[in-house]
């Protein structure tokens, strides 16, 4: 099974792109200063990441994002994706995160890791998305907060518009949009076929039984 494993920021990067507004661009003389913060605590966390897959017995390799690809108003426009290809013909797991980078409209934006996937899975077709988070699939309302709300078990074609009205943003700081986004991104892709899994990435199993292949352990999102 050839992986690649992307993650988010959580607190680590979000709290310097929210006090530096980085997600809007350059906006004034204290940005420069905000994306190279942004950077490094991204990149930190993701050699906490690493360490963890590299103590797991994994060959993980860090993929850094913003010393590799331009965005355009916060959507990649181009970015070299043959070492990412090499990697996976050598079965190493590439570990790309969510990063702040350079755009020719606004000057710089947050890459979140739903764009990256994004970008890769149209250029490399992978099976199938998992995301994995802190709840049990996409639901109504949030459940940490409201015992009322319920299970989305799948989301497609039929029912996304009416869908799109219960994703609100997520539980902490995320200036890349939240659930939302999330599904936003990765809805794109039942065009060409690739369907995803949000799971609970906390449950005990979850993530290898959906990777064994197992379905409908929180939502299923497809054409």
Same mark, same amino acid.
């Given at each position: 099974?050839?992986?690649?494993?992307?993650?988010?920021?959580?607190?680590?990067?979000?709290?310097?792109?929210?006090? &530096?507004?980085? *997600?809007?661009?350059?906006?004034?003389?204290?940005?420069?200063?905000?994306?190279?913060?942004?950077?490094?605590?991204?990149?930190? $966390?993701?050699?906490?990441?690493? #360490?963890? $897959?590299?103590?797991?017995?994994?060959?993980? +390799?860090?993929?850094?994002?913003?010393?590799?690809?331009?965005?355009?108003?916060?959507?990649?426009?181009?970015?070299?994706?043959?070492?990412?290809?090499?990697?996976?013909?050598?079965?190493?797991?590439?570990?790309?995160?969510?990063?702040?980078?350079?755009?020719?409209?606004?000057?710089?934006?947050?890459?979140?890791?739903?764009?990256?996937?994004?970008? $890769?899975?149209?250029?490399? #077709?992978?099976?199938?998305?998992?995301?994995?988070?802190?709840?049990?699939?996409? &639901?109504?309302?949030?459940?940490? #907060?409201?015992?009322?709300?319920?299970?989305?078990?799948?989301?497609?074609?039929?029912?996304?518009?009416?869908? #799109?009205?219960?994703?609100?943003?997520?539980?902490? +700081?995320?200036?890349?949009?939240?659930?939302?986004?999330? +599904?936003?991104?990765? &809805?794109?892709?039942?065009?060409?076929?690739?369907?995803?899994?949000?799971? *609970?990435?906390?449950?005990?199993?979850?993530?290898?039984?959906?990777? $064994?292949?197992?379905?409908?352990?929180?939502?299923?999102?497809?054409?």
């Amino acid at each position: 099974m050839r992986l690649i494993v992307g993650h988010g920021g959580g607190s680590f990067p979000h709290r310097f792109a929210e006090m &530096f507004e980085t *997600n809007l661009g350059i906006v004034n003389a204290d940005s420069y200063k905000g994306i190279s913060l942004v950077q490094d605590s991204a990149a930190t $966390l993701n050699r906490i990441v690493v #360490k963890s $897959l590299l103590r797991a017995g994994e060959n993980a +390799i860090s993929v850094q994002p913003s010393s590799a690809l331009i965005a355009e108003n916060g959507r990649i426009e181009r970015w070299n994706i043959e070492p990412i290809r090499e990697m996976l013909k050598h079965n190493l797991l590439p570990v790309p995160y969510g990063d702040v980078a350079l755009d020719t409209k606004k000057g710089c934006c947050i890459i979140s890791t739903e764009e990256i996937l994004n970008y $890769l899975a149209k250029r490399l #077709k992978p099976k199938r998305i998992i995301l994995a988070g802190i709840t049990d699939g996409v &639901f109504t309302s949030d459940p940490q #907060k409201d015992p009322k709300a319920s299970l989305i078990p799948i989301i497609n074609s039929k029912n996304y518009n009416d869908v #799109k009205k219960y994703l609100a943003g997520s539980a902490g +700081i995320d200036v890349t949009g939240g659930m939302l986004h999330k +599904i936003d991104r990765i &809805f794109e892709l039942t065009s060409i076929g690739i369907e995803a899994d949000v799971i *609970n990435g906390q449950k005990n199993g979850h993530l290898k039984r959906t990777l $064994l292949g197992e379905r409908g352990l929180g939502t299923i999102v497809r054409l």
